[in-house]
């Protein structure tokens, strides 16, 4: 299996393993320490996309996520040997892409439970940080020289 595959399947296992603790575990709404003076954990469903746009929309956004994800696997069979941080960005943005994809399909909302307490941000999910984490990885790929054009 590829290394973007792989991360993508970690990725996708450890969101929606979260997921569904959280939302056998947690009570919708009600805050529980996680890290104090950091993170907290706060049960909300989520019917949009990121920030809540788009709201209701769970299956356009499922769709969008399915388009995304297929996008991707186009990408990753098609573009020869990965370098390692883009095969890192693409794993976790296709993970990421599936786990609330998933959501969206199987629940008609995403279900996020992570809350930065420090300052005031949406509260979100392990697939949401995932989809975060590979923007930083494709541009230190991006950085080092990658996506440039021969001289």
Same mark, same amino acid.
């Given at each position: 299996?590829?290394?973007?595959?792989?991360?993508?399947?970690?990725? *996708?296992?450890?969101?929606? *393993? +979260?997921?569904?603790?959280? +939302?056998?575990?947690?009570?919708?709404?009600?805050? +529980?320490?996680? *890290?104090?003076?950091?993170?907290?954990?706060?049960?909300?469903?989520?019917?949009?996309?990121?920030?809540?746009?788009?709201?209701?929309?769970?299956?356009?956004?499922?769709?969008?996520?399915?388009?995304?994800?297929?996008?991707?696997?186009?990408?990753?069979?098609?573009?020869?040997?990965?370098?390692?941080?883009?095969?890192?960005?693409?794993? *976790?943005?296709?993970?990421?892409?599936?786990?609330?994809?998933?959501?969206?399909?199987?629940?008609?909302?995403?279900?996020?439970?992570?809350?930065?307490?420090?300052? +005031?941000?949406?509260?979100?999910?392990?697939?949401?940080?995932?989809?975060?984490?590979?923007?930083?990885?494709?541009?230190?790929?991006?950085?080092?020289?990658?996506?440039?054009?021969?001289?």
């Amino acid at each position: 299996m590829a290394p973007a595959y792989r991360t993508a399947l970690v990725v *996708l296992l450890l969101d929606q *393993l +979260s997921k569904a603790w959280a +939302s056998a575990s947690l009570q919708p709404g009600v805050v +529980s320490p996680l *890290l104090p003076g950091l993170l907290q954990l706060r049960l909300v469903f989520n019917t949009g996309a990121a920030f809540s746009l788009l709201s209701g929309n769970a299956l356009l956004l499922g769709l969008v996520s399915a388009a995304v994800a297929a996008g991707l696997v186009v990408w990753i069979q098609t573009s020869g040997p990965l370098r390692p941080w883009q095969a890192t960005g693409l794993g *976790l943005l296709l993970g990421g892409a599936l786990g609330n994809g998933l959501d969206r399909w199987r629940l008609g909302r995403v279900v996020d439970l992570i809350e930065a307490v420090p300052v +005031s941000f949406p509260v979100f999910n392990l697939a949401d940080v995932a989809i975060n984490l590979a923007v930083l990885c494709l541009v230190i790929d991006l950085l080092q020289g990658h996506g440039r054009a021969a001289r």
